[in-house]
């Protein structure tokens, strides 16, 4: 008897549904824009379609079950997506509920940053690991742990939200990871210091408009050697890198993947992190065997992490079974 | 057959060993001075023959195991005792296999605030939760975070050092929570304030001798109305609350358990505590349903704690299992 499992990636733009087979490998996929403002009810009939065309067409092959990656906030207990900001229209959704009355398989819902951390352990940068911390840094700043093997949720599933942590405490002001470090921080930063006067290439680059600078303008002039953009990256390396002095104390991991736009920018982000780690770090037992590595899984990163879903039962056993399935053919 | 189980609690002033029942309830204990100063081999000697008094005379009391509160850094993993700051001549001390070669039981470490914390799901303040956060404020601030049922450890127990996370970032300076909300902190704004100037009855309790503020004196100044000590209480709630919206964000607990000295100020500290998390959480599903709670244990703590350890091996098994000898005497 054959197993395969269906993966659901339900993003902001594009909704993909594959076959996954007992490995992790993608048998087959499809993929159509998500279309969200078309309201929930459209997108949930298209993806039920994707789905009933991606079932296997031998009866000898059994279906171990859906998992669907959703943006956050989605309630993992409880199978409903609650309010994602880029799906407009999704208003507490009973996602799971909907696709088991439909199809009668066991299914889980997971937010995309802890299937994706699912998905690196799996098959991508943290293959083998038991204690483990994903962050993807893009516009926003997304998080997924795996604490002894299994995923960190808690109570209803909003655990791991590793942008929100608060970085700032300035009288008044008060500022999250993801305010300071994060593709827009980047930017606004960039404008701040242009308008002030600073030369940059950036300037260039948006023809003068510096409305149109966003964090990919600051990364690719970094990346060119520009000054003020060098400067930008390095101190959101720190700031990044104290978030991690965080994440260390409070899980002491094995690894870090990081993921996310901003981490396409190799040492220039690393390095200043890998300072901060060591400078402000308790003891180098935090760092000294930590393993920081960029996310090795592309656009099929939200499959794999779905379909690992399932064989954890949402993330809620041992992350091990992942690995089972994959030692084992 | 009954069964008891041998809890240790080593500190630095206080050596202490009890026979615990199955329902946690301490049957008998002892106490001495811990006397660190005269070495790790002295103590366990003394260590031994508490337990050896201990140990039940009845041949039907079946014993469960032996679990050990020590001070951090201390690992679970290995049983060693690494190198408590407060434990002068303790250093790796495989504390553990000693017992466990003295006595044949099975032994278990762990750290003082994770033990606590599994003390208050059992006796305390947390009793029947399964996402708990215990933090203890005092000289230091040390944390307990148990995540769906079971102890959060990390790769070598050196997790949830939940004073360690990064609060302040402004140019060069770094500070961590525990540098600016545990006593001292609060100490050295006063002194501060006092020696700027400002006037108030702390300088007359340490009959103005400043170098003897401590955080004690902070705390009963501002019981007695004195405006600087309620001053520097309400903004130490305040930078407290924020490190709550961090724990709220990454773990989802649904309970906070507050211990230590700190702790006991009460509404001048928890109320500008909650108002941050009002303020500053991303969404009122974080805090609408959370527990806030003083620490209900005194003194047997960690006696309590460390049999909880035993019961849960070491914090590995889930927190149901001390619940359960509970609802079953």
């Known amino acids: 008897m054959n197993e395969c499992i269906i993966g659901v990636d339900l993003g902001g733009t594009r909704l993909r549904v594959a076959q996954v087979d007992r490995e992790m490998n993608i048998v087959d996929r499809k993929e159509i824009l998500t279309l969200a403002s078309q309201g929930s009810e459209s997108t949930i009939e298209r ?64 937010n995309d940053a802890n299937v994706a951390a699912l998905a690196e352990i799996a098959r991508g940068a943290a293959r083998g690991f038991r204690h ?43 500022s999250s990871l993801e305010r300071e470090a994060a593709g827009p921080a980047l930017a606004r930063k960039a404008v701040a210091a242009m308008e002030a006067g600073q030369t940059s290439i950036m300037r260039d680059m948006v023809q003068g408009d510096l409305t149109q600078v966003n964090g990919s303008t600051v990364g690719k002039a970094a990346v060119q050697g520009d000054k003020l953009a060098l400067a930008i990256v390095e101190r959101a390396g720190f700031i990044l890198g104290l978030g991690m002095v965080t994440f260390l104390h409070v899980f002491n991991p094995e690894i870090i993947v990081l993921g996310g736009g901003v981490s396409t920018l190799g040492d220039l982000l690393f390095n200043p992190m890998r300072d901060a780690i060591k400078k402000h770090a308790l003891d180098s037992s935090y760092w000294q065997d ?3 590595r960029p996310a090795e899984l ?11 879903l399932v064989v954890t039962k949402g993330g809620m056993e041992d992350v091990g079974a992942v690995a089972h399935k994959l030692d084992k053919p």
Request: hydrophobic letters at 40%; glycine letters at 16%.
């Open 290 to 292: 930590l393993e920081i």
């Open 47 to 110: 993806m039920k379609e994707m789905i009933r065309q991606m079932l296997p067409s031998d009866p000898n092959t059994h279906v171990a079950g859906i998992g669907i990656s959703a943006p956050g906030p989605s309630n993992p207990n409880t199978g409903v997506v609650v309010a994602p900001p880029n799906l407009p229209g999704w208003h507490n959704v009973p996602l799971v509920q909907i696709l088991q009355k439909e199809f009668g398989y066991s299914t889980y819902l997971g």
């Open 132 to 174: 483990v911390i994903f962050i993807t840094v893009s516009t926003g700043i997304g998080g997924g742990v795996v604490s002894d093997g299994r995923l960190l949720l808690g109570k209803d599933g909003l655990g791991a939200e590793l942008g929100h942590i608060q970085m700032i405490v300035d009288g008044d002001r008060v």
């Open 298 to 308: 592309g656009e099929n990163v939200s499959l794999v992490g779905a379909a690992a």
